[in-house]
């Protein structure tokens, strides 16, 4: 059974990434709650498209991360081994080769189609029920 080891580096930089990447999530988040106690029910009706428009904005870093996801469990399935030859992995794993890494890439690639979905539907979700709750 052969192992791919981890890349200790690769810790640290994930995590950095994930900082970089997530504060203007948090920032919107923060502007989005503040402007929105600032107003009273009637109007909020009215802030209902910037909301939207916030939303939708948060989720497009997401939907690049599921685009490059789909692109991973497609080099698995060409391929037809994982992890990819030259990845940084996070911890030692173990290899996959044939039909357990083209299985592997397919379900990589299923998640990725269900988190696009969720992130492209959970916007409008929201706001379907904010207006549902305000009887807007």
């Known amino acids: 059974m052969k192992i791919d080891r981890a890349d200790p580096s690769q810790q640290k930089r994930t995590l950095l990434w994930l900082l970089v990447l997530a504060l203007p999530t948090f920032l ?3 502007h989005l709650e503040a402007y929105l106690q600032g107003l009273d029910v009637d109007a909020l009706g009215g802030a209902l498209p910037l909301m939207t428009t916030v939303l939708y904005l948060m989720s497009l870093p997401l939907l690049f991360a599921c685009y490059y996801q789909w692109r991973v469990g497609r080099r ?18 173990v290899v996959l080769e044939g039909q357990s890494a083209i299985r592997r890439g397919r379900m990589l690639q299923l998640l990725t189609l269900v988190l ?3 992130f492209l539907l959970m916007p409008a979700l929201i706001v379907a029920v904010l207006k549902s709750v305000l009887s807007l």
């Open 116 to 118: 696009a979905l969720v």
């Open 28 to 30: 919107l988040l923060d």
């Open 76 to 93: 698995i399935v060409r391929e037809g081994r994982f992890p990819l030859v030259g990845s940084k992995i996070l911890r030692d794993t």
